[in-house]
């Protein structure tokens, strides 16, 4: 049976010295779904995708759930502005 790959992710507002510190709190925090596994379990770090700054949340996602490898031992994260909101998504891939 083909494994299949789900993501994990977040959002937070600020520049990316903020996500990192958020990346550090969200780490420590359970899954509400898996209460034995916290989030972004197995990732050691959180990096920008791009210095693009995406216009919309769907953009952004699209090219993260692209990007994201279950493999990768970091998270990715992209900077979103549009008309009302200016914050970073951040994702990371894993296999079930």
């Known amino acids: 049976m083909a494994s299949k790959i ?4 977040n959002i ?6 903020h996500v990192l ?6 780490k420590r925090q359970s899954l509400v779904y898996r209460k034995n596994q ?7 770090e959180v990096r920008p995708l791009t210095e693009r700054t ?4 769907e953009l952004a996602h699209n ?5 994201c490898s279950p493999h990768d031992s970091y998270a990715l994260a992209a900077r979103i ?6 914050l970073w998504l951040v994702m990371a891939a894993y296999e079930e």
Request: glycine share 10%.
């Open 21 to 26: 510190e958020c990346f550090g709190d969200w």
């Open 12 to 17: 937070c507002r600020g520049d990316f010295q």
């Open 81 to 86: 502005r549009d008309e009302e909101r200016d």
């Open 54 to 57: 995406f216009s919309n949340g």
């Open 63 to 67: 090219m993260l759930a692209q990007t």
């Open 6 to 9: 789900h993501y994990q992710a």
């Open 38 to 44: 916290t989030m972004f379990e197995g990732k050691r």
